[in-house]
């Protein structure tokens, strides 16, 4: 069984920074996806980065130059370092793992951005 959790959300400031932590654990596969999803009130859940097991990233254009995706293997983490923070991010932050077919989701950590 895989269990994904989340830390780290909170209120800011724009221009602010938060970063989040999404610790996994349970069986791993050692070629995985992981990413960060978010999703705001009435809105769809959208890709925010991902990153492969070899450190591969990618971004969805309107965090790009503004967040940073990372992961540590050893420690079954994987991190979100979000810098230059906008009310536009306010939403609830989701971790994601996509190993063998199956995606897992953790339970959300909620990001506020004030203007």
């Known amino acids: 069984q895989v269990q994904l959790v989340e830390s780290g959300g909170g209120s800011v400031q724009a221009g602010g920074s938060l970063s989040l932590s999404c610790a996994y654990s349970?069986?791993?596969?050692?070629?995985?996806?992981m990413g960060w999803y978010r999703q705001a009130p009435g809105e769809q859940r959208e890709l925010v980065a991902s990153?492969?097991?070899?450190?591969?990233?990618n971004y969805a254009d309107f965090v790009k130059g503004r967040f940073t995706i990372s992961r540590d293997n050893a420690k079954h983490t994987v991190y979100l370092q979000m810098n230059i923070l906008k009310p536009e991010d306010t939403a609830d932050y989701y971790c994601?793992?996509?190993?063998?077919?199956?995606?897992?989701w953790g339970q959300g950590t909620q990001v506020t951005v004030s203007s």
């Open positions: 349970g069986t791993i596969s050692a070629s995985n996806a």
């Open positions: 994601n793992l996509r190993q063998w077919g199956q995606s897992y």
């Open positions: 990153i492969l097991s070899g450190g591969s990233t």
